[in-house]
């Protein structure tokens, strides 16, 4: 006697299991500005939504509502770019960075950023609890270690142009880390905790 292994139902389709099964159940997902924020992404699908359903009574509310829509879809974008811009702008203190043809690690005010290849990381110096460097007995790979207090650690490779780097990078990351990472410590500790 044969006996079949597994199960023999087929799998359950129609609009219970699939919204998408019904066309036109679902909106499309609507594209925001690279720039903007989620929450001015929903705000403006609700506006969308409003100026549709204002556009099937005749007059100038739709009109009106999409103007609406727009213009504060232009004020998100200007504030998104406002905040890049304060970001960016340049504060006067030290700065380590490195790079090879695959990595790279940048210190600075903000934190610690890691990229390798087409991935990236970054970190407030609040969500940092050590960075450890290593430098190896042979071969020019200088690797970086960013822990942080939930016990994880995040490692990085970079490949030095010659074993000299190594004494320089150090002196780098160590004028960083006295310039930032103790300030970050300090308002971190004396923020109330939200536990």
Same mark, same amino acid.
């Given at each position: 006697m044969e006996q079949r292994i597994g199960s023999g139902s087929q799998p359950l389709e129609g609009a219970g299991f699939d919204p998408a099964f019904i066309p036109g159940l679902t909106s499309p997902a609507s594209v925001a500005p690279k720039?903007?924020?989620?929450?001015?992404?929903?705000?403006?699908?609700?506006?969308?939504?409003?100026?549709?359903? $204002? @556009? $099937?009574?005749?007059?100038?509310?739709?009109?009106?509502a999409i103007d609406d829509a727009d213009d504060d879809t232009e004020d998100a974008v200007d504030e998104a770019d406002e905040a890049d811009d304060v970001e960016d702008a340049p504060v006067d203190g030290p700065v380590f960075e490195a790079a090879d043809r695959r990595a790279r690690i940048a210190v600075d005010h903000r934190g610690v950023r890691l990229t390798l $290849?087409?991935?990236?990381? +970054? /970190?407030?110096?609040?969500?940092?609890?050590? &960075?450890?460097?290593?430098?190896?007995? /042979?071969?020019?790979?200088?690797? &970086?270690?960013?822990?942080?207090?939930?016990?994880?650690?995040?490692? &990085?490779e970079i490949e030095a142009t010659a074993r000299s780097s190594f004494k320089e990078w150090d002196e780098q990351l160590d004028a960083v880390l006295d310039?930032? /990472?103790?300030?970050?410590?300090? @308002? @971190?500790?004396? +923020?109330?905790d939200a536990d």
């Open positions: 720039g903007a924020k989620k929450e001015d992404a929903a705000e403006e699908a609700d506006a969308e939504e409003t100026a549709l359903d $204002d @556009a $099937d009574e005749p007059g100038t509310e739709a009109a009106d $290849d087409d991935q990236e990381c +970054e /970190f407030r110096w609040d969500e940092i609890g050590a &960075i450890e460097t290593e430098s190896p007995r /042979f071969g020019k790979r200088y690797t &970086i270690t960013v822990h942080t207090p939930d016990r994880r650690w995040y490692p &990085i310039a930032y /990472f103790e300030e970050g410590a300090e @308002a @971190a500790a004396e +923020e109330p």
